[in-house]
C-alpha cells in the first residue's frame, strides 16, 4: 500500500506540473494536427479518416511519450531528481507516478485529436475509440518507461537527437500515413519486426468497429507484453541509477 501511496503523490506532483504548461501540451500535438488539417485532406482521396487518425495517435504517442525523458534530465539538471533520492519514497514509485503522469499527458492530447477528426469527418465507433485510448494509455506507460530509462544512462546532450533520429523511422514504419501492406515486401516484412504496426492496425480496426478478432488480439497482446517489458526496463535501470 506504500507504493502505491508514493505512486499517487508523484503522479499528483508531476500532473500538477504538466497542467501548469499547457502549451506544452498543446504543442504535443500540435504536429499531428497539422497532419490532420494539411494532409488529412489529400489522405481520404485513397482512404478513410477511420485509417489515418490512428496513425495520428501512433505519431503522438512516439513523440510525446517517447521524449518523455527529457523530463528526467531536466530533474537531474535542477537537482530535483537527487531530492527525491533522499526522500523516503520506493524507487519505484518514483518512476511509475513519472511515468503514468506522461500517460495521462498522452491521453489528453490523444482525445485532442480525436476530437478534431470527428470535426473533419471521423466516422469511428465509439466503443472502438475507448477501447483505443486505453491501447494508448499502455502505449504511453512502455513508451515513457523507457524512454525515463534510455535518459538516465544516455548522455544528456545526446538525448534529444538520438532519440528524435530513432522514433521518426519507427512513425514511418508502423504505417502511420500508408498502410505498410502498400510497402515493398522487404520494407513490409522489416515493418513487421517493430510492436508499433501491430497497435496501430488493432486501433484502426477497433475505429471500424471490428473488436473480436485476430488483428484486435494481436495489437493487444503486444501492447501489454511492451508494457510490461519496458516498465520492468525502467524500474532496473531507473533501481540501479539511484542505488
Known sequence: MSVVRDTW??????????????????????????????FGPLFVTIGPWETLIPGLL????????????FGIVM???????????????????????RVLANSLTLVIQSIMLIAVGYAF???????????????????GVSLAALSNAIALVMDPEAFAPIMSTAIVP????????????????????L???????????????LFNGNYANGTVGLGVAVTVVLSVLCVVVGTRVFNRENA
Open 170 to 189: 519507427l512513425v514511418l514504419l508502423s504505417g502511420a500515413f500508408l498502410p505498410m501492406s502498400m510497402a515493398p515486401g522487404w520494407l513490409d516484412v
Open 9 to 38: 503523490l508523484i503522479f499528483r506532483h508531476n500532473v500538477r506540473i504538466s497542467l501548469r504548461q499547457k502549451a506544452g501540451i498543446i504543442f504535443g500535438v500540435l504536429q499531428p494536427l497539422l497532419y490532420l488539417v494539411l
Open 75 to 97: 530533474d537531474a539538471r535542477a537537482g530535483v531528481l537527487e531530492r527525491l533520492r533522499v526522500t523516503p519514497a520506493h524507487r519505484v514509485s518514483l518512476l511509475l507516478g
Open 121 to 139: 469527418g471521423l466516422r469511428a465507433a465509439v466503443p472502438g475509440v475507448l477501447v483505443a485510448l486505453l491501447l494508448m494509455i499502455l502505449l
Open 58 to 69: 501512433i505519431q503522438v504517442a512516439l513523440f510525446s511519450a517517447g521524449l518523455a525523458g
Open 191 to 205: 515493418s513487421r519486426a517493430t510492436p508499433f504496426r501491430y497497435v496501430l492496425e488493432a486501433m484502426r480496426e
